[in-house]
């Protein structure tokens, strides 16, 4: 510790409070905290003993926090660079406020579903990720080998670790579980289509319920997050589908049941790839024809009774989604987006097909037996703070999210700092947000009060104070009063 | 896209309101969201892709959603590590409560502050890290390369990020600014001591403030966030030390100002090495022997009438030390914490001194000409989520944070699940929080009840029904009476 000057016994104040000890201060004043800190030292005894070794003290540049002082521009030296990794995003003060309303609604919504929170290391084990199949979320792991030789991984997805803490829980957790989770995901790909690197997800999942109610309910949790930023059914629709339908087709065709997970990959690709390819790619993974042609049949489904012309009515999934819709309706008959009931399809998706998904999820009991345990029934969604975002700018559902400070309190003279401080730490006491401006002029506090959205400005100056108030401005309605400092200082 | 089946039209209800559609479904019922997913694929697909393969429905083992059913115990495969990987921590519900609990004591002492938030990603560029000097942290960076070959660390703290991000600010950024983040921090060391890899930390910053009241101002957020805790100054204390104090005795004894940064890194052990192992260091990095003296003196100054005798009352540390405590006693004169003041030291620690740190921090003005810009006035503080967690246990502080759930629905029948289904929705949509509950007993339920500390249990059944009501339980009071169930579903 460069513990220079420990210091006590200062409750002997070493200046009376009339002295001008407030005139400006040398600038790049050094009283610090130590060096020895928490868990990991912050920059200021580096980048002191780093950079303080050539000159002690030349603040000539430093910036003087003057009519409206910014940031200088660099003079001659090599500038850093500015922007964080490729594909990632800081939050500027205006971002924040849209990223914690967002998460705050998000929370709202799972507590209104009474869903417990949770969270996990971004950073994982890599054999969590590791699976069979071709899917894109392998090739796009954001892994690397850690310095103890781990394979470990940023991770893509937040529900094997979720799983991983079920197990962990072993005989402990009373089941069903309902946990959801905010949390940031990574991938690596190259920055070819100007997509990011990294998102937040909301997760929403229920383990150990294997009735479609579980499912009902995290459409019931979509709908509600929906209505709850005024988005309507026409805007938004949620798909749904049943792999079932698929098992069916395909028993139906005796396709041997070995061969239905290479035929959901492919499948899996409609949308990507034409009806034509995915044809082919049946064929070759040796479907018969007539079960190719009943699978892309079943493809073009848009109804329960054409489902039920090809099924049947009392076919597992018919009865499935059935079951499903019947809780649907009974939940969406208290919901203002009945039409969306209409328009159940299989994910949230933007009617006007602009954007990706803007959440997607489903049941997952077989990761379970994947990681070793039994399995256990398990679905859930994530829902990205991405696509949402876009949709809400395009209809104009933004919310103003303004700085919203209580006070600002100004001393008119330097010397009157300490009362200033006086007036702050109470108000500051009683809850208020409350800033402190010294060294500016009126002219750049009126202007800083109006950008920071503050209800009142408070001027502490020397002839008020010598009325024992201090003059408080309304900056709303731009009323203006005296109050008796007296009140303003007194503990609540 | 596996849509095996999209199903629209579903306004005409499949099924009527008084079937036994809801009797127990057949266990890992598919119907699920799609594959193609928000931004990265769920993991879904992947596992019903690679496990389904051997056999479609193979329910046998799964959880049944018994009396206190709880997971499975692996049969016979190998289970996967079901920790989170070394040094890292997962958040149960439980831990989750009380780190929100934390985080919102930081965000609320910050908006008292009149702080903004901010936010940068976890992942950074090395070189923001990589600085000269001996210090932990650099050794200890989790660093490593992507796949694009590209330098990058999980941060081990945040301020270079925000100074990074005032950088990239320019000139749009007016001055001072006042930020807080609280974010994730990473270190890679060898487990032995048994110290985590991770931390959350709790950073404010003023940027572009070079008086002593943006020390003051930090100091009195450290005071309030204590004060709200509980904790008093017979706690905690808070060192306050100026490496002003250093710089005029070098200057005294004439030291070469080439030395300063050295000597600072020599001093900053104070604490892990020996007072003679110090002197010794000095002398070898060339100090005079005066200086030593004269260094180590200033090390054991306790109070600024003793750091006055050594230096004299106009001394620049001298003066900046004054003013500090000065605005602190104008701000702690409407604490509760007077006391706290007779012990100002140099960072929050335990009176006890059992525990490390509580938070440090200090000023930075050099670090933004390390980045190649002008130097910058820069002040801020670190505080971890770790050592004040062990303090409020220590000291029978935590809260009792426990689950809150305000209504749980319970269908006596299962065919009233549809019934149910249509209250839970109308009360969340009136803003409660309430778990749905179904194919439990009664004694299952009152304890899930008791657990969730559940304002109120609602039983919906058939002879209740017949009459409009439902019967409604206050757990605290164990009150009981019926609703009409039009009060319960129409919409508020």
Same mark, same amino acid.
């Given at each position: 510790?460069?513990?220079?000057?420990?210091?006590?016994?200062?409750?002997?104040?070493?200046?009376?409070?009339?002295?001008?000890?407030?005139?400006?201060?040398?600038?790049?004043?050094?009283?610090?905290?130590?060096?020895?800190?928490?868990?990991?030292?912050?920059?200021?005894?580096?980048?002191?003993?780093?950079?303080?070794?050539?000159?002690?003290?030349?603040?000539?540049?430093?910036?003087?926090?003057?009519?409206?002082?910014?940031?200088?521009?660099?003079?001659?030296?090599?500038?850093?660079?500015?922007?964080?990794?490729?594909?990632?995003?800081?939050?500027?003060?205006?971002?924040?406020?849209?990223?914690?309303?967002?998460?705050?609604?998000?929370?709202?919504?799972?507590?209104?579903?009474?869903?417990?929170?949770?969270?996990?290391?971004?950073?994982?084990?890599?054999?969590?990720?590791?699976?069979?199949?071709?899917?894109?979320?392998?090739?796009?792991?954001?892994?690397?080998?850690?310095?103890?030789?781990?394979?470990?991984?940023?991770?893509?997805?937040?529900?094997?670790?979720?799983?991983?803490?079920?197990?962990?829980?072993?005989?402990?957790?009373?089941?069903?579980?309902?946990?959801?989770?905010?949390?940031?995901?990574?991938?690596?790909?190259?920055?070819?289509?100007?997509?990011?690197?990294?998102?937040?997800?909301?997760?929403?999942?229920?383990? +150990?319920?294997?009735?479609?109610?579980?499912?009902?309910?995290?459409?019931?949790?979509?709908?509600?997050?929906?209505?709850?930023?005024?988005?309507?059914?026409?805007?938004? +629709?949620?798909?749904?589908?049943?792999?079932?339908?698929?098992?069916?087709?395909?028993?139906?065709?005796?396709?041997?049941?070995?061969?239905?997970?290479?035929?959901?990959?492919?499948?899996?690709?409609?949308?990507?790839?034409?009806?034509?390819?995915?044809?082919?790619?049946?064929?070759?993974?040796?479907?018969?024809?007539?079960?190719?042609? +009943?699978?892309?049949?079943?493809?073009?489904?848009?109804?329960?009774?054409?489902?039920?012309?090809?099924?049947?009515?009392?076919?597992?999934?018919?009865?499935?989604?059935?079951?499903?819709?019947?809780?649907?309706?009974?939940?969406?008959?208290?919901?203002?987006?009945?039409?969306?009931?209409?328009?159940?399809?299989?994910?949230?998706?933007?009617?006007?097909?602009?954007?990706?998904?803007?959440?997607?999820?489903?049941?997952?009991?077989?990761?379970?037996?994947?990681?070793?345990?039994?399995?256990?029934?398990?679905?859930?969604? +994530?829902?990205?703070?991405?696509?949402?975002?876009?949709?809400?700018?395009?209809?104009?559902?933004?919310?103003?999210?303004?700085?919203?400070?209580?006070?600002?309190?100004?001393?008119?003279?330097?010397?009157?700092?300490?009362?200033?401080?006086?007036?702050?730490?109470?108000?500051?006491?009683?809850?208020?947000?409350?800033?402190?401006?010294?060294?500016?002029?009126?002219?750049?506090?009126?202007?800083?009060?109006?950008?920071?959205?503050?209800?009142?400005?408070?001027?502490?100056?020397?002839?008020?104070?010598?009325?024992?108030?201090?003059?408080?401005?309304?900056?709303?309605?731009?009323?203006?009063?005296?109050?008796?400092?007296?009140?303003?200082?007194?503990?609540?």
């Amino acid at each position: 510790m460069s513990i220079a000057a420990s210091i006590e016994n200062i409750l002997r104040p070493r200046l009376p409070l009339a002295t001008n000890c407030l005139i400006p201060l040398h600038r790049a004043i050094s009283v610090f905290f130590p060096t020895q800190r928490v868990f990991l030292p912050r920059l200021l005894s580096s980048s002191a003993s780093s950079s303080v070794s050539t000159t002690i003290q030349d603040d000539a540049q430093s910036v003087e926090t003057e009519e409206d002082s910014s940031v200088p521009a660099a003079s001659g030296r090599s500038l850093i660079d500015v922007n964080p990794p490729r594909g990632t995003r800081d939050f500027l003060p205006e971002d924040m406020r849209l990223r914690n309303w967002l998460f705050q609604n998000f929370r709202e919504v799972s507590r209104l579903l009474s869903f417990e929170e949770v969270d996990f290391p971004v950073l994982e084990s890599e054999a969590l990720f590791i699976r069979k199949g071709g899917e894109e979320i392998t090739h796009q792991l954001y892994n690397f080998e850690d310095k103890g030789g781990r394979r470990v991984v940023l991770r893509p997805e937040i529900t094997p670790s979720l799983a991983r803490l079920v197990l962990k829980q072993g005989k402990s957790a009373s089941l069903p579980l309902k946990w959801f989770t905010i949390g940031q995901c990574w991938r690596y790909e190259r920055m070819t289509r100007g997509r990011r690197r990294e998102h937040y997800q909301w997760n929403m999942d229920i383990i +150990g319920l294997s009735e479609v109610r579980a499912e009902a309910e995290l459409i019931h949790a979509i709908v509600l997050f929906f209505e709850r930023l005024g988005i309507t059914s026409s805007d938004v +629709g949620i798909k749904v589908s049943s792999r079932k339908v698929l098992q069916a087709m395909l028993r139906r065709h005796s396709v041997p049941e070995s061969l239905f997970a290479e035929v959901c990959v492919i499948v899996d690709k409609l949308g990507k790839i034409t009806i034509a390819e995915i044809e082919k790619e049946l064929i070759s993974a040796g479907v018969s024809f007539e079960a190719v042609n +009943g699978i892309i049949g079943v493809l073009s489904i848009k109804s329960i009774s054409q489902l039920e012309g090809f099924l049947g009515s009392d076919g597992e999934a018919v009865v499935d989604l059935n079951n499903l819709f019947f809780y649907l309706l009974n939940i969406m008959a208290t919901l203002n987006v009945k039409s969306l009931v209409g328009k159940l399809f299989d994910k949230a998706f933007d009617r006007e097909g602009k954007l990706r998904a803007i959440c997607g999820g489903g049941r997952y009991d077989r990761l379970f037996s994947t990681f070793g345990s039994d399995d256990i029934p398990a679905c859930g969604f +994530g829902f990205g703070d991405a696509v949402i975002v876009e949709l809400l700018k395009e209809k104009g559902l933004l919310p103003d999210l303004s700085r919203q400070v209580d006070d600002i309190v100004f001393p008119l003279d330097e010397e009157l700092g300490g009362m200033a401080s006086k007036i702050v730490s109470s108000l500051r006491r009683k809850g208020r947000s409350v800033d402190l401006v010294e060294d500016k002029r009126l002219k750049w506090v009126f202007k800083h009060a109006e950008r920071s959205k503050a209800d009142r400005l408070i001027l502490v100056g020397n002839a008020e104070l010598e009325k024992g108030v201090v003059r408080v401005k309304i900056l709303a309605t731009r009323e203006e009063y005296d109050v008796n400092i007296d009140e303003l200082v007194s503990s609540p």
